[in-house]
Every structure is written in structure tokens, then in C-alpha cells.
């Protein structure tokens, strides 16, 4: 198809109707709706009964007795880790390939089903060793090796609670998540390979858990022993007594691990996202809902066939959609998947397509900041390759351009396959808008309808109904068995979030719209929430991150839209008079924003800085957001009526000329 005639596809509504030979072996039957309609409880007893083993089954669906805290399938014992290992061995599937681990220098690795069990045993034996017991939590900072996979699936093996921490964020961000979880032990590795070259992690761990004042915490911290991955052969430090290689203690333990079961609803991991305030919260998941949830979707949106699909999620395990989409429902289905390490485009930018073609990948599941960038680089890169094994595609983080969705099916998909364009978060533990391939008829840029069981309105700001054509707030209007189950140490904070606005809906912090057909288009965070290449962040976070800067008296963040990356953060920030002279703005704001990537990591390091004498705010002192936008967006700036001081914006943008 020729550029123009993709082009043109954007001015009209088009629609793909599933192929009929795809309809005909589909997974999801257009009835899995009607009958999770008639009972969503029964309907997801009858999932969590058919998708998962239960070492003790259970009786109870679900407890809404006290709200918004819910139970699923509370009197039932489930062991996640036997779910996603050793029920596949024993049932004659050890032989399988678990993963195609590639290192991004070109370095790889097959571990099959009997593999992967194996090494968890061992893993869980040498937990239980280093004294982890069940409740307890330990942090994970990895880059994208098996033993991240193996480390988690080991913590939960002995119903031990884990806490993912992005390799990409700072020591400082790690050792907020340290503290706030009471972790006991941490697991990195020396190094992994990013764009070439050996990036440091073993030094992070440490600078995090130095008592250093800067952290906020002058203290020690809970963490007992680091257990060390080698992985980038980098020099590290070394603390005897703390520190401890994997290899050295795994090949010690003992390669038998009986798997005990828990209560469904022991807690299963922290996960940490940005919130309105300038914390992280800590996202609470538990187990039996939580892995029928990621199971069933995971099955019925990504049309799984284990015995034939070679299944591929870009997603690092430090991001929800790796922990439901590489980790716990792919492994609870017993798919095989390609695990990569590096980034897309080293050491060529056709990296992640060349990778599709020697694994003959089936099923790709990536997000629309890195669509937009291949297209970016053009078509002449996919097309090097042989793609013809793909036969679905999906999409995750953030809205997909109508524009992006069709290239992604023509240049990627051969202009055959389905594309799932998939709306969850990491609240809400797995996917809960989407088509369902080879029932749904699809529409570029749209999410389109919630899953069979799950239930979600769009409602105005007091809550009623917006009905179809219409735009307003998107809510979860039923308990589902993904849910988080709190904020960790927070009962109050996750009331306050999700919970209050509405009362029994759940509040999901996105602007969505019906259109005329009823389907749901989702168009962006109304929080002060940003989305950075499917990532979140908050403004506070970032703000707080550059006051805490000796040359910063105040400082307000925006996301400005971006063509690559969907919001990019730009900052206006007022430097100290003190320090007015003493740099020039670009140097002002080069130091800022390496200060920021310090502090949190690179993805929050801003697109620009604005120096500026003042910024805009409403009697009440609140920042207008809205008219740093506007700027940020080289808009018209809207109306600001409501400021203190109405001639604070045409100082700023006569000083931006
Ligand atoms: C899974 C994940 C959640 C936020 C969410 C929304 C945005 C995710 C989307 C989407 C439009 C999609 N988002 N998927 N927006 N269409 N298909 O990304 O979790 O990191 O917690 O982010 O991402 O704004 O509220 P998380």
C-alpha cells in the first residue's frame, strides 16, 4: 500500500472486520461476552477454575463487604510460581521453550519450561537461606536477564511480596522504594548492556544504600544482604558480609523446592508508580485474582496457542506490563517468549525486527512511542526482514494514533494481522479495554470495548452517565479479580485516589469519549500526570526533583505533546536571585536537567527548560498548568482571567520570543 493511501485512511472511519481463517481457530467466541453479562462473578470463578491450578480450591468469589477493599477467591490456596512452572513440566511440557533470551551484544540463551522451574527452585531455596520468609519484600533492580524472571518467580514461590525497581531509575529513586517497602534484601547485577555499552547497576545499589542525608534518610537501611547477577562483567564494590554473588550461592542449594500454597489473596508484589503527589505509590497486587486476571486476558486478547505461538513483549520487567505480559500471564499460559535485553536499535536499527525473523515471533505486543519512532526512521527498515511469521499485533502505554495503529498493521503486520490496542494500568493489574481478536471488528485509534467481566463507564464529574458521543471521565464501574488491593502502608491514599471522587466507581485519572457506536477512545491523563513514552510521571515528582537544586526557588513542570514520545516535560523554573548571575540560561538549564536524571532517572530529564522571572498562579497560589501549556505547546495562551496577576503571562512568553 503507498503512502498516500495510508494517508488517506485517516480521514475516514475505516474498520477491519477479523479475517474469517483467523475468526475460525480464534480463542475468544463472541459469547465469553454474553456469559460473563449474565454473572461476572461466576464468569471469572469458571477462569479462575479452568486457567489456574488451586492447591486448595475455593468457595468464595468475590468479598465486597468492605469497599474498596476487595477479596477474590479468598478461601482458596494457589502458588503462583507452581502455576507458571511446574504444572507445565508435570504436565509433559518441561521440553518447552520458556524463553529465547537474546543479550543485546548477541550473546543468547534457550531455557525451557523443566529449565526455568529448576533454576527457581534453586533460587527459592537460596532466598529461604538468606532468611526471606513469606510477607517478606525484597527489591529487584535488573536489567532485562532470565534471572530477573527467575528472581521474581522465586520470591513468589515462597509467598515472599517483590518490588520491582526500573534499572533505569537513580540510586535515589531506588532507596525511596527500598524504604518505603522495608526491603530486606536486594537483587541486581554488576551491569547490563544498554546502546552498546555496559551501563552500572551494583553502584547505584550501593550509593543507595550509603546513610546518606541527601536521600532523605540519614539512616540505615532494612536491607540485610545484595545479592549480585554477573552480567556485564563491569569492576564493582564490595561489601563482605552484605553482598553475595547468584552464581557462587546457587550452585550450593539444592535443586528440589516443594511449592507450598498460600491464601489467594497473599500479597504477590509492590509495584511503584507516580501518582498526583510528588511519592511514588506503591502498588499493591495480590495473587489468585491477579493471575486469573493477567491468565485470561492474556489468552483471549493475545489469541494464544501455546503449542504453536512464539509470543514477544517488548516491556521491561520494571514496568507493570512486564510483570503481566512477560512474567505472570505468559508463563501461567505456558507460552514461549523472546526475552531481549538491549534497545531497539542497537547494534542497527532494525534490531527488533531481525529478532522477529530468527524466532519467527507470532505475536508482538510493544507500545506507540516506539511505533512512532520506527516510522520516523522509515519503512525501508522493517521491510529488510521477514515478518511473515507475525500474525497479531498489540499495543500498550498510551493512546495509538489512528495514523501509527495502520502503519503498524500494513508495514509491520503485512496489512493482515489484527492489532489490540490495549487500555489498563498498573492499578489495574491487566488489560481491561481492548478488542478481541477474531470477534471484534477494529477501529484505528480507538480502545474499544471493556473485556467480557470487566465493566467501565465514562461519567461527567458528578458521576452520571455521559452516554454515547460523548466525553468525560473514565471509571471502573465493578470489583475485577486484577485490582490492586491498596497502596502500600496507604489505606488512606488509595481511598483518596481512586476512591473518593466517585464513591463506588473506581477512578481511573483518564479523559475518555463514547462515540457514536458506544466504543471508548481514550484522550489522556486529567491529573497532573504525565505519560513519557508510555511511561508515568508525575509533576510533582519532577518539580520536587528541581527545587531540591541549591539554584531553584520554584519550578512547575508540563507534558507538551510530542511526536515521538507522546508528552515530552518541559519545566519553567525560577532560578534564586543569588544565582541569577552566576550561570547563563543555557547553562542554568543543561545543569537542570542533568539533576533531574540524578534524581530520578533519564526518562524524567525535561525536553527544555524555560528560565523565568515568575510563574502564573491563581489567587488561591495555585500553578495554571494549563498556560504553561499553551507555551510549552506554542499555542495561543488561553484564558487567564483567573490569575493574580494577569500580566505574569506576557512576561513569560515575551521572554520565550
Ligand atoms: C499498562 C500501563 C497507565 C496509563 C493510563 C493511560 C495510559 C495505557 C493505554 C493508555 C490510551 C492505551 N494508557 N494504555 N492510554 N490507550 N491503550 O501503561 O500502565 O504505566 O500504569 O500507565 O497509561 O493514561 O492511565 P501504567
Not at 363 to 370: C, D, E, L, N
Not at 405 to 427: L, M, N
Request: contains cysteine; glycine residues 10%; hydrophobic residues 40%.
Amino acid at each position: 500500500m503507498s503512502t498516500n493511501s495510508i494517508d488517506s485512511l485517516l480521514h475516514e472511519t475505516r474498520r477491519f472486520a477479523p479475517d474469517p481463517e483467523f475468526a475460525a481457530n480464534a480463542i475468544a467466541t463472541a459469547d465469553l461476552y454474553e456469559r460473563a453479562a449474565v454473572d461476572p462473578d461466576a464468569f471469572w470463578a469458571e477462569q479462575a477454575r479452568e486457567l489456574l491450578h488451586w492447591h486448595r480450591p475455593f468457595d468464595e468469589v468475590l468479598d465486597w463487604s468492605n469497599p474498596p477493599f476487595a477479596k477474590w477467591f479468598a478461601d482458596g490456596r494457589i502458588n503462583v510460581a507452581y502455576n507458571c512452572l511446574d504444572r507445565h513440566v508435570l504436565a509433559g511440557n518441561g521440553d518447552r521453550v520458556a524463553f529465547h533470551w537474546e543479550g543485546e551484544p548477541g550473546d543468547s540463551r534457550t531455557i525451557t519450561y523443566a529449565e526455568l522451574t529448576a533454576e527457581v527452585k534453586k533460587a527459592a531455596n537460596l532466598l529461604t537461606s538468606l532468611g526471606i520468609r513469606q510477607g517478606d519484600r525484597v527489591a529487584i533492580y535488573l536489567p532485562m536477564i532470565p534471572e530477573a524472571v527467575i528472581a521474581m518467580l522465586a520470591i513468589a514461590r515462597i509467598g515472599a511480596v517483590h518490588s520491582v525497581v526500573f534499572g533505569g531509575f537513580s540510586a535515589e529513586s531506588l532507596r525511596a522504594r527500598i524504604d518505603d517497602a522495608a526491603a530486606k534484601l536486594v537483587i541486581t547485577a554488576d551491569g547490563g548492556w544498554r546502546k552498546g555499552k555496559v551501563f552500572p547497576l551494583k553502584n547505584a545499589v550501593d550509593a543507595a544504600l550509603a546513610a546518606d542525608p541527601s536521600t532523605g534518610s540519614g539512616t540505615e537501611s532494612t536491607v540485610k544482604n545484595v545479592l549480585v547477577v554477573r552480567r556485564g562483567e563491569n569492576t564493582v564494590d564490595w561489601v563482605e558480609g552484605r553482598d553475595l554473588w547468584w552464581h557462587d550461592e546457587i550452585a550450593l542449594m539444592d535443586p528440589e523446592h516443594d511449592a507450598q500454597p498460600f491464601e489467594a489473596e497473599n500479597p504477590l508484589f509492590i509495584l511503584y508508580t507516580s501518582g498526583t503527589t510528588g511519592k511514588p505509590k506503591g502498588i499493591l497486587h495480590t495473587s489468585g485474582g491477579y493471575l486469573t486476571h493477567t491468565a485470561f486476558t492474556h489468552k483471549n486478547v493475545f489469541d494464544l496457542h501455546p503449542e504453536t505461538d512464539v509470543y514477544w513483549c517488548t516491556a521491561d520487567v520494571g514496568w507493570i506490563t512486564g510483570h503481566s505480559y512477560v512474567v505472570y500471564g505468559p508463563l501461567a499460559n505456558g507460552a514461549t517468549q523472546v526475552l531481549y535485553e538491549g534497545t531497539p536499535d542497537t547494534p542497527h536499527p532494525g534490531r527488533w525486527w531481525e529478532l522477529i525473523q530468527k524466532y519467527g515471533v507470532t505475536i508482538f505486543y510493544t507500545a506507540p512511542t516506539a511505533i512512532r519512532s520506527f516510522m520516523k526512521s522509515g519503512r525501508q527498515i522493517p521491510q529488510q526482514f521477514d515478518l511473515s511469521s507475525l500474525r497479531l499485533l498489540g499495543s500498550v502505554g498510551e493512546p495509538i494514533n489512528p495514523e501509527a495503529w495502520i502503519w503498524y498493521r500494513e508495514i509491520i503486520g503485512g496489512g493482515t494481522t489484527p492489532v489490540v490496542d490495549t487500555w489498563w494500568q498498573t492499578e489495574t493489574g491487566g488489560i481491561m479495554i481492548s478488542a478481541l481478536p477474531g470477534v471484534t471488528e477494529a477501529k484505528p485509534g480507538s480502545a474499544q470495548v471493556p473485556l467480557p467481566g470487566i465493566s467501565v463507564d465514562v461519567v461527567n464529574d458528578d458521576g452520571s452517565p455521559v452516554g454515547h458521543g460523548n466525553g468525560g471521565l473514565l471509571v471502573v464501574t465493578k470489583p475485577w479479580p486484577g485490582m490492586l488491593r491498596g497502596i502500600w502502608g496507604d489505606p488512606e491514599r488509595f481511598k483518596e485516589t481512586y476512591w473518593e471522587k466517585f464513591g463506588d466507581k473506581y477512578f481511573a485519572g483518564d479523559g475518555a469519549r463514547f462515540d457514536d457506536d458506544g466504543d471508548i477512545w481514550l484522550l489522556g491523563r486529567v491529573d497532573d500526570v504525565l505519560n513519557v513514552s508510555g511511561h508515568r510521571l508525575s509533576t510533582a515528582e519532577i518539580e520536587s526533583a528541581l527545587v531540591s537544586h541549591p539554584w531553584v526557588a520554584e519550578a512547575a513542570v508540563v507534558g507538551a505533546s510530542d511526536e515521538t514520545t507522546g508528552q515530552a516535560v518541559v519545566a519553567f523554573v525560577i532560578v534564586k536571585a543569588s544565582q541569577a548571575d552566576v550561570a547563563t540560561a543555557d547553562e542554568a538549564s543543561a545543569q537542570l536537567r542533568a539533576h533531574v536524571s540524578e534524581q530520578i532517572g533519564a526518562i524524567a530529564r525535561p525536553r527544555q527548560i524555560f528560565i523565568v522571572s515568575e510563574l502564573p498562579k491563581t489567587r488561591s497560589g495555585k500553578i495554571m498548568r494549563r498556560l504553561l501549556r499553551d507555551v510549552a505547546e506554542g499555542r495561543e495562551i488561553g484564558d487567564t482571567t483567573t490569575l493574580a496577576d494577569t500580566s505574569v503571562m506576557q512576561i513569560i512568553s515575551d521572554k520565550l520570543k
